[in-house]
């Protein structure tokens, strides 16, 4: 097999020219002054948990005002996050977007105890009332009857501030140091008779090889990487849940998973019948499983042999031929999604390269209006 090293990288240039450009600091400072503006609006008009407040003319205003801004405000800090990130998540070597983070998650605690006492006051409000006095208010109307709810789900003001200072050495920074760890976690691996230091995400990309023998070494090299990191990363999760638990019993949950559910905007039942839907389901995909061991000609599938492909293909498909594949076959659906995707290809909206630094894994972030960015480790096979 060959290792693909010529994939393109996102382009973030037509965002920011770079993390030390002047465009950067320009907008950087114009969202901590906005955070800031916003704090005192928050202190003057003394938006937190109160018993009941009066919903007059005033009030609605109020509402509508601070609505109007945080939006405006969380616009600009997502795409200053989003842009950050990308750095990190392709490169967690990169100590200048390391900074640059840390130095955004200071502000993004103000945002963050902003929306926290926000909830506490719209929990004050009559909110169906707020809702049909309000256009604004109507048009946000989830948000806002969902807010009144977990308002019930508080700690009082000087915990809920301490909990989102604490979380920036708790929390995030484990998550943090999970992220960093992984991405840079590299192991021994034989490839085509030769010894190479891959990245994990290379090597866990081997996972669906159409050689068994490719396929065990790669499952081999991978537990022994990550027993190499098992202590920290353990550490890591679980004091990432340790912090989910404390807080939700704090908050008055009767589990995390409660929590969860609300965030999630599903109840128990809901999840009860997806979990049903799976079991029931479990009897299917274990006769597929003992049906793919026969075509493979083996009594029972190793774990390495779940994602093997099925049949003879030898086929290799070249980043531009994938792309133009996608675009093809979202084309046979819309016409709008195929655009789309041309236009992700076309303007550099992908990340494509596995490389040492770079986490494992894909996503999409939105990074400003109607522009995303893609995470990917390609690889040069397709089993499906």
């Known amino acids: ?55 007059g003319a005033d009030t ?47 502000s993004l605690v103000t945002l963050k105890q902003l929306d926290t006492r926000f909830t506490a006051w719209i929990g004050s409000l009559d909110v169906e009332a707020l809702i049909a006095g309000s256009t604004i208010a109507r048009e946000h109307a989830h948000i806002l009857r969902k807010a009144k709810l977990l308002a019930t789900h508080l700690m009082g003001p000087a915990e809920e501030e301490l909990a989102s200072e604490l979380n920036l050495s708790s929390g995030t920074a484990w998550s943090r140091l999970h ?82 559910l609300f965030d999630s905007q599903i109840d128990g039942a809901t999840l009860d019948a997806m979990m049903t839907a799976a079991r029931e389901s479990f009897p299917d995909f274990r006769r597929y499983l003992r049906a793919k061991a026969r075509a493979l000609g083996l009594p029972r599938l190793a774990w390495y042999d779940l994602f093997a492909p099925v049949g003879k293909s030898d086929r290799v498909w070249e980043y531009d031929e994938a792309a133009q594949f996608i675009v093809d076959q979202f084309g046979t659906y819309s016409s709008r999604l195929s655009n789309f995707a041309a236009r992700a290809f076309s303007e550099q909206w992908i990340d494509a390269e596995p490389r040492e630094g770079k986490v494992d894994g894909a996503y999409c972030t939105p990074l400003r209006k109607d522009e995303s960015r893609v995470f990917a480790n390609f690889k040069s096979s397709y089993g499906g």
């Open 179 to 260: 992220s960093d760890i992984t991405s840079q976690l590299s192991v021994p691996l034989e490839v085509d008779g030769h010894i190479q230091n891959l990245p994990m995400s290379v090597v866990r990309n081997m996972a669906d090889e159409p050689d068994r023998a490719v396929r065990k070494r790669a499952y081999e090299a991978e537990l022994r990487g990550w027993k190499q990191a098992a202590v920290s990363l353990a550490a890591a999760l679980n004091s990432i849940k340790g912090e989910v638990n404390v807080l939700a019993k704090k908050r008055g949950w009767q589990s995390p998973l409660e929590a969860s």
């Open 60 to 106: 609605i205003k109020t509402v509508e005002t601070i609505i109007q801004r945080y939006n405006t405000v969380l616009e600009a800090t997502s795409t200053l996050s989003a842009y950050i990130s990308c750095f990190i998540t392709t490169n967690t070597h990169d100590s200048l977007a390391q900074a640059k983070m840390s130095e955004l998650q200071k």
């Open 1 to 55: 097999m060959s290792i693909v090293s010529t994939l393109p990288h996102w382009d973030m240039t037509v965002v920011y020219p770079g993390l030390e450009s002047q465009e950067f600091a320009r907008d950087y400072s114009s969202v901590v002054r906005d955070i800031d503006e916003l704090a005192h609006f928050f202190n003057t008009h003394h938006i937190e948990g109160q018993a009941t407040v009066s919903l």
